[in-house]
């Protein structure tokens, strides 16, 4: 009787660590999801920002948001091929929206696009070409 009593608790404390065990990975899982999710929407608005101003050295991404559920939107600093900086709202994929977070009509005379690989910086910190 002692001896089953015995393995019963050591087979609880096993089934106890396992769902431990498979709790934290499965969390950690769901976290890599979201990291991915959440890069390959700033490399979408990335290349959205490319296909609407032109001469685009450099893009930093510095926030993003929700607007409504599920419309995200992007502010990003851009430096153009002549240093001169500049930010925008952008929704992710909407060409025809954006908005200038500085005020000034600047935005409006880089409309284009841009064909040569940019810098590009992430919210994570990466950074890349593309």
Request: hydrophobic share 35%.
């Amino acid at each position: 009787m002692r001896k089953n009593k015995r393995w019963v608790i050591i087979g609880l404390i096993i089934v106890v660590m396992f769902g431990i065990i498979g709790g934290v990975e499965g969390k950690k899982y769901m976290d890599n999801q979201k990291e991915a999710k959440e890069m390959m929407q700033e490399k979408k608005i990335a290349l959205q920002a490319k296909s609407m101003f032109k001469n685009i050295k450099d893009l930093k991404i510095e926030q993003i948001g929700e607007a409504s559920p599920g419309s995200i939107f992007f502010i990003v600093e851009i430096t153009n091929t002549d240093d001169k900086k500049y930010k925008a709202d952008l929704d992710l994929g909407d060409v025809s929206s954006y908005s200038t977070v500085d005020g000034d009509n600047f935005l409006e005379t880089q409309l284009g696009s841009t064909t040569s690989k940019i810098n590009v910086y992430y919210l994570s910190g990466e950074s890349g070409k593309l």
